[in-house]
């Protein structure tokens, strides 16, 4: 049985979700025709998925990198699609252009990480601009980090690790986490066939990344705002 129950000062372990590489070849296309591209290898299907699993209709969603595959899914579910307003260049596919910096009505802030303006090793000042994210939030809503890469460590502390840190001293509560992965998966599990088990992929000596890290967090009790 599952442990729901924080363990002494241990908070509780946030539920794991996963997403698997579409079986299809359907790519949704924007108003334009243009088909719409990956969120960072991740299916738009995928995407309108989260937007709708974290939103209400009507809802905001606050996307830091204004990806169009973002904005989209959040038009086709009714969402208003939105970029601060120190954002330079914005998709089409905005209801508005940007929101003021001190909007606290967003259901879902969307951001990436690493950041080329945010030290993943500095857990602080991570969480600062953690924070400043939370504030865009209503009571209730949602931020929804991707790791796009493993990022810098600190220490026997992983880049996964750092970010939930930071999130929760920012006063966010870690919900949940889903791994997203990158690639199908193989037909047969590759250890219990007979045939010699084929090496991983490797570009410039590493190892292909098979999966990327979502990482979801809410403002407050979600179960209280349902009530």
């Known amino acids: 049985m599952p442990q729901t ?30 088909v719409l591209p990956d969120w960072y290898g991740i299916h738009p299907e995928h995407v309108a998925h989260l937007i709708a699993r974290y939103t209400r209709d009507g809802d905001t969603v606050l996307d830091l990198d204004a990806h169009p595959t973002t ?22 596919e905005l209801d508005a252009p940007n929101i003021p910096s001190d909007v606290t009505s967003a259901g879902l802030v969307v951001a990436t990480l690493p950041r ?14 953690i924070d400043v994210w ?35 001293a920012a006063g966010l509560i870690y919900h949940q986490h889903i791994p997203a992965l990158l690639a199908p998966l193989p ?26 890290d979502l990482l979801a967090f809410a403002s407050t009790t979600p179960e209280a705002t349902d009530a």
Not at 121 to 127: E, F, H, Q, T
């Open 5 to 34: 129950q924080p363990i002494g000062n241990r908070p509780p372990r946030a539920p794991i979700g996963l997403l698997l590489v579409p079986p299809h070849a359907h790519r949704p296309r924007q108003h334009s025709g243009a």
């Open 71 to 92: 904005a989209a899914a959040a038009r086709h579910l009714h969402r208003r699609a939105a970029v601060p307003h120190t954002h330079s260049e914005a998709p089409d």
């Open 116 to 129: 080329l303006d945010v030290d993943s090793r500095d857990i602080p000042a991570l969480s600062r601009v």
């Open 134 to 168: 939370r504030a865009y939030l209503r009571p209730g809503g949602f931020l929804l980090t991707l790791l796009t890469a493993a990022g810098p460590s600190t220490g026997a502390i992983g880049h996964r690790s750092s970010v939930i840190a930071a999130a929760r």
């Open 187 to 212: 037909p047969t599990e590759p250890r219990t066939g007979l045939d010699p088990a084929s090496r991983p992929l490797l570009l410039d000596g590493r190892h292909v990344r098979a999966h990327r």
